[in-house]
């Protein structure tokens, strides 16, 4: 085999015994290549290969290149598939890249044959490629990687292996190949670096530019991991997603206590969780949200995906399309009950609330529970009893004189966000709350000695909404 394969292979660990592995083959000498060194090493660990082969229909030719690699298939007694999409309708459809479209494409046919891994034929002059294309337009570490060895479930068993060496290896053995005449074009960016800015380096500047930029790459990647163990840890530590409403939560002492540069990728890193791509995030998208955290007060930024982020008093919140979250209304009046009565309703989004009259005059221990609190209820006019979000002039008793806070009040006190303010429900006789539902209750409507019934009031389901994250 060829060295750089068989070191490929071994050093990442790409290829287990009983694995399913498929190859995309273009027909290209870089996929010729592939195919035949893993048909070779099933030799040595016993695995799975099948082929799958793009008909991309953007070249008249291209219908040759898909027989090809079917006889190539047939002679090594290979599992072959192939299929036939439009690359440069799709392309038009998604507005992508052609590159991007195919890709795409490839990928999608590929994963629908249920592979353990995908093999693909990148080797050492793609990565090169890769590397200078990615500092020209702009990149941090992760570009300068280039393209990884492993990748989820993509493998590259040629990475370590430059195209000289490739088509060295194809002469020897008198094997053919495919040649996509668009390669040789310079209307491509990449293709430009290919037949430009790439030989003119190794010319004039190193005769080893290309083996020297791909060892840098494999520093970096090795770089790359160690930084991102200490990323998975800030985000175990500073970052938690609020289920319920989708929501993503980062301490702002995150900003203070990580090392700068660790604290761009942990934002990165939550911002991966709600975009689609992450090249679309820019440099000045994660400077203007660390420049929040220094901002007075609670303030908002847009970035790309329809994401709001929100700088509140200890967090930045990041939420995706919060537009299309139209808050719906409630309302619900409670009924009067005698005692040993009971009632319950679902709101709309699954939580259950059940209200039970009880006695009182044994003075049962009161139970502390974040989310079943008792009241008096002789205390209560039941004409007036709704469960509903705040309005204006709402109030909170807050201490046995009857001082009374505005509920607009207690919720800046408490920190509470603003965005969430309108969202958690209030038990309210009038304008007067009984409970800010996972927060605080009022002192009126406490127990006490001459006490005789308790409205008792539970909340499952749904509760870490209201609560204070």
């Given at each position: 085999?060829?060295?750089?394969?068989?070191?490929?292979?071994?050093?990442?660990n790409?290829?287990?015994?009983?694995?399913k592995?498929?190859?995309?083959?273009s027909?290209?000498?870089d996929?010729?290549a592939?195919?035949?060194?893993?048909?070779?090493?099933?030799?040595?660990?016993?695995?799975?290969?099948?082929?799958?082969?793009?008909?991309?229909?953007?070249r008249?030719?291209?219908s040759?290149?898909?027989?090809?690699?079917?006889?190539?298939?047939?002679?090594?007694?290979?599992?072959?598939?192939?299929e036939?999409?439009?690359?440069?309708?799709?392309?038009?459809?998604?507005?992508?890249s052609?590159?991007e479209?195919?890709?795409?494409?490839?990928?999608?046919?590929?994963?629908?044959?249920?592979?353990?891994?995908?093999?693909?034929?990148?080797?050492?002059?793609?990565?090169?490629?890769?590397?200078?294309?990615?500092?020209?337009?702009?990149?941090?570490l992760?570009?300068?990687?280039?393209?990884?060895?492993?990748?989820?479930?993509?493998?590259r068993?040629?990475?370590?292996?430059?195209?000289?060496?490739?088509?060295e290896?194809?002469?020897?053995?008198?094997?053919?190949?495919?040649?996509?005449?668009?390669?040789?074009?310079?209307?491509?960016?990449?293709?430009?670096?290919?037949?430009?800015?790439?030989?003119?380096?190794?010319?004039?500047?190193?005769?080893?530019?290309?083996?020297?930029?791909?060892?840098?790459?494999?520093?970096?990647?090795?770089?790359?991991q160690?930084?991102?163990?200490?990323v998975?840890?800030?985000?175990?530590?500073?970052v938690?997603?609020?289920?319920?409403?989708?929501?993503?939560?980062?301490?702002?002492?995150?900003?203070?206590?990580?090392?700068?540069?660790?604290?761009?990728?942990?934002?990165?890193?939550?911002?991966?969780?709600l975009?689609?791509?992450?090249?679309?995030?820019?440099?000045s998208?994660?400077?203007?949200?660390?420049?929040?955290?220094?901002?007075p007060g609670?303030?908002?930024?847009?970035?790309?995906?329809?994401?709001k982020?929100?700088?509140?008093?200890d967090?930045?919140?990041?939420?995706?399309?919060?537009?299309?979250?139209?808050?719906?209304?409630?309302?619900?009046?409670?009924?009067?009950?005698?005692?040993?009565?009971?009632w319950?309703t679902?709101?709309?989004?699954?939580?259950?609330?059940?209200i039970?009259?009880?006695?009182?005059?044994?003075?049962?221990?009161?139970?502390?529970?974040?989310y079943t609190?008792w009241?008096?209820?002789d205390?209560i006019?039941?004409?007036?009893?709704?469960?509903r979000?705040?309005?204006?002039?709402?109030?909170?008793?807050?201490n046995?004189?009857?001082?009374?806070?505005?509920?607009q009040d207690?919720?800046?006190d408490?920190?509470?966000?603003?965005?969430?303010?309108?969202?958690?429900?209030l038990?309210?006789?009038?304008d007067?709350?009984?409970?800010?539902?996972g927060?605080?209750?009022?002192?009126?409507?406490?127990l006490?000695?001459?006490?005789?019934?308790?409205?008792?009031?539970d909340?499952?389901?749904?509760?870490?909404?209201?609560?204070n994250?």
């Amino acid at each position: 085999m060829l060295k750089g394969v068989l070191k490929a292979i071994k050093d990442n660990n790409m290829i287990k015994r009983g694995d399913k592995i498929v190859a995309g083959i273009s027909g290209g000498a870089d996929s010729v290549a592939m195919l035949l060194q893993l048909a070779e090493y099933r030799e040595q660990t016993d695995y799975t290969l099948q082929v799958f082969h793009l008909n991309h229909m953007i070249r008249e030719d291209a219908s040759h290149d898909e027989e090809f690699v079917r006889e190539l298939c047939s002679r090594l007694n290979i599992p072959f598939y192939s299929e036939q999409i439009d690359v440069t309708a799709l392309s038009a459809r998604l507005h992508l890249s052609l590159e991007e479209a195919g890709r795409k494409a490839r990928y999608e046919a590929m994963r629908d044959l249920g592979p353990d891994k995908i093999a693909v034929g990148h080797h050492k002059d793609d990565l090169a490629e890769t590397v200078i294309l990615n500092m020209c337009r702009g990149t941090g570490l992760h570009g300068m990687v280039g393209i990884a060895p492993v990748q989820d479930d993509i493998i590259r068993p040629l990475i370590y292996t430059s195209r000289s060496e490739i088509e060295e290896y194809l002469a020897d053995i008198g094997q053919d190949y495919c040649t996509d005449s668009t390669n040789a074009q310079t209307d491509y960016t990449r293709n430009k670096i290919r037949h430009d800015i790439l030989p003119l380096l190794t010319k004039s500047v190193n005769d080893k530019a290309t083996e020297h930029i791909t060892h840098m790459a494999e520093d970096m990647l090795k770089l790359e991991q160690y930084i991102m163990a200490r990323v998975d840890e800030a985000y175990v530590k500073y970052v938690q997603l609020n289920a319920s409403d989708g929501t993503i939560h980062l301490k702002l002492r995150a900003m203070n206590e990580l090392d700068k540069y660790i604290a761009n990728e942990l934002i990165l890193r939550v911002l991966e969780k709600l975009t689609p791509r992450r090249k679309d995030i820019t440099r000045s998208h994660v400077e203007g949200i660390i420049g929040l955290h220094s901002l007075p007060g609670e303030k908002t930024m847009d970035i790309p995906y329809g994401i709001k982020v929100i700088k509140t008093y200890d967090e930045l919140i990041l939420i995706k399309n919060p537009e299309d979250s139209e808050i719906k209304p409630l309302n619900i009046k409670i009924p009067a009950l005698t005692e040993g009565e009971g009632w319950s309703t679902v709101l709309d989004d699954g939580t259950d609330v059940t209200i039970r009259v009880k006695s009182y005059r044994n003075k049962p221990e009161i139970p502390n529970k974040a989310y079943t609190k008792w009241f008096d209820y002789d205390k209560i006019d039941c004409s007036e009893l709704y469960l509903r979000y705040r309005a204006s002039g709402d109030y909170l008793t807050i201490n046995s004189r009857g001082d009374k806070k505005s509920i607009q009040d207690y919720m800046v006190d408490e920190k509470i966000e603003r965005y969430r303010r309108d969202t958690i429900p209030l038990l309210a006789q009038g304008d007067h709350v009984l409970w800010v539902i996972g927060h605080r209750i009022s002192e009126h409507y406490k127990l006490n000695e001459e006490s005789k019934k308790i409205l008792e009031v539970d909340i499952t389901q749904g509760e870490k909404k209201w609560q204070n994250m």
